[in-house]
């Protein structure tokens, strides 16, 4: 088999990873409600629940960042995700509330590892390729997130129970994610690259990125948990109004992520993240100040734009920025702040919003996004260049990913 087509399997093999877990996540993000009413989740605990998934995982995504130094992530995704499916079915299953809290743990330590080990395939992949491709990987996993979301409102509409609507899902992927896996392509030519390290030093130079990740979480929870609220409760929305700005939202970063890597190529990762961000900050300003719906929805829209881009650019540059092995120790890393963000995002908005304004509240993620422009140099000022092995065995140069490569 050449590198061509092994590459191209292992893009293909794990953009469909991706996309499952797109739509795991959905599946049991939108079916909240129903989770709490069968397990007789109170008001009070219910918090505390949510908050152990990510907590969980970042303790799981820790954990990789050792597992990996004996095995490939390769293996570690192959076995996380269909866990991950298993343990959503899991939530579906159980008739106590102690049988969800199981499940919602293992749901939480399989996922930490399997966003650790995806991005780190995704990383070392767009490093073989010689050209930005994360953003392609992210918009599978938008597409899976909207698919997951469709089908739990299908669901609900349907008043279907939570296993009956977990159980196609899951019949359908665990075969197929369990199958492609064998294509996963992990990381060649890690011993041609000087090692960094990430002791004291490099975890300073990580630093920044991961404060982008954590600011950009922020951005997308308020989304994800107040967008539905503040049309609503502040625009005077019909409820029915209020279940539009987050699809769009979902819609839109699946479309910025599906052109995205085309703008990488064109301008270097740097310049997409400014203007990304500009957009981002610009979006929180007009959700702010909109006067009704119309434009509260046009700024949900302009988020989903400009967020987007930040966070595979963020994976992708700690890859370039310590390369090899390092690398998967620094995208385990910045994964936890991943956590810490969809953490502080959703209770900051909510206790600005009750103690101050919700409208007030709104500036605060959009400040927090403005952050990305101080360290807009972590990512990359010649267009995040790659060496390219397959290519030059071809007898071409190094590609830069700024100006493009051969097409694989």
Partial sequence: MTDDVRLRRG???????????????????????????????????????????????????????????????????????PLVLLSLLGVGTGSQMWHVAVALGAFGLSVGALDASMNMLGVSLQRAYGRSIMLGFHAAYSLGGILGASAA??????????????????????????????????????GEVEEKGLGSGGFKLLLPLCLV????????????????????DVLGSSEQTATVPYNVYMVTTL?????????????????????????????????????????GMLGFTLLGIGLCVIVPQTFAAAGRLFPGKSSDTAIARLNIFNYVGFLIGSPLVGGIGDAWSYRGAMLVPMALVLVTLFYARSFGSDGARYGVRHERRAGARAVDVGRGGNEV
């Avoid at 939108?30 to 989770?35: E, L, M």
């Fill in 213 to 232: 990740m954590a600011c950009a979480y922020i951005g997308d929870s308020t989304v994800a948990n107040w967008s539905a609220k503040y049309l609503q």
């Fill in 11 to 81: 893009r293909g093999a794990l953009g469909f990873s991706f996309f499952a877990q797109g739509v795991a996540f959905a599946l049991l993000v939108t079916r909240i409600p129903a989770i709490q009413d069968r397990y007789g989740i109170s008001d009070g605990l219910l918090p505390a629940f949510l908050a152990a998934v990510p907590i969980l995982a970042g303790v799981a995504s820790v954990a990789t960042e050792h597992l990996v130094k004996r095995v490939a992530p390769s293996v570690v995704l192959r076995w996380a995700q």
């Fill in 153 to 190: 409102w299908a669901g609900a509409h349907w008043h279907l129970s939570l296993f009956t609507g977990y159980l196609p899902a899951v019949v359908v992927l665990v075969p197929l994610v369990l199958l492609l896996s064998r294509r996963y392509v992990d990381g060649t030519g890690a």
């Fill in 255 to 295: 479309m910025g992520r599906a052109v995205g890597d085309l703008g990488v190529r064109r301008f270097g990762a740097a310049a997409v993240v400014r203007g990304g961000t500009l957009v981002a900050a610009a979006g929180f300003a007009v959700v702010a100040a909109a006067p009704g719906a119309g434009v």
